[in-house]
């Protein structure tokens, strides 16, 4: 869903260096982006985050928190996209799409946040649930949807890989 200042408060803030952003609205959030400790976020991908605000000078952070749940543990990414400061250390522009892969959320959960920013938000690739198929031979066969959110306008190209371990690749 996308949310405006009409139907909620909408604060984006930085902290140290990392960038709170929370809506107090119909449903509130809190989203926390930390770059690892000791550094500013700026563009670029952040990957292994761990719950913020621990990290170390190596692993960035992240958090997503709605109407006080939480996702348990978890591990994630995301990539900034925009971030920009104003003199003061204010909040300029800031996007950023993310993934989180939580304890008690499954399958992993994708958002973006955009404020201030005219970076436009790209379709997400999803992978349904695997349904296995009985073949004649004895064997099964593992067939996976894949869709994306919304068109993408452009033809779209995924790579994948499959690994030998409770199954056979």
């Known amino acids: 869903f996308s949310v405006t200042p009409v139907e909620g408060n909408i604060t984006v803030e ?3 260096g990392a960038i ?8 509130d959030y809190w989203l926390r982006f930390g770059p690892p400790a000791g550094s500013t976020l700026v563009p670029g991908g ?5 719950r913020y605000p621990s990290r ?4 960035p952070g992240l ?3 709605w109407n006080y749940s939480g996702w348990g543990g978890l591990e994630g990414q995301f990539v900034v996209l925009e971030a920009e400061y104003g003199p003061e250390g204010e909040v300029l522009r800031f996007a950023v799409d993310w993934e989180l892969h939580g304890a ?3 399958p992993a959960q994708f ?3 955009r404020y201030r920013s005219s970076v436009p938000r790209r379709p997400r690739l999803f992978v349904g649930s695997a349904v296995a198929t009985d073949e004649d031979d004895g064997s099964s066969d ?3 949807v894949v869709a994306l959110s919304e068109p993408a306008g452009v033809p779209v190209t995924v790579r994948y890989e499959t690994l030998d371990g409770t199954a056979r690749a």
Do not use: E, I, N
């Not at 709170?20 to 449903?27: E, I, L, M, T, Y």
């Not at 952040?46 to 761990?50: D, E, G, K, P």
């Open 14 to 16: 930085r902290v140290g």
């Open 63 to 65: 958090d997503v928190t």
């Open 111 to 113: 958002g973006s946040v």
């Open 56 to 59: 170390s000078p190596t692993t």
């Open 104 to 106: 008690k959320v499954a």
């Open 46 to 50: 952040y990957v292994m985050a761990t």
């Open 20 to 27: 709170h952003a929370d809506f107090d609205g119909f449903q």
């Open 142 to 144: 593992m067939r996976f």
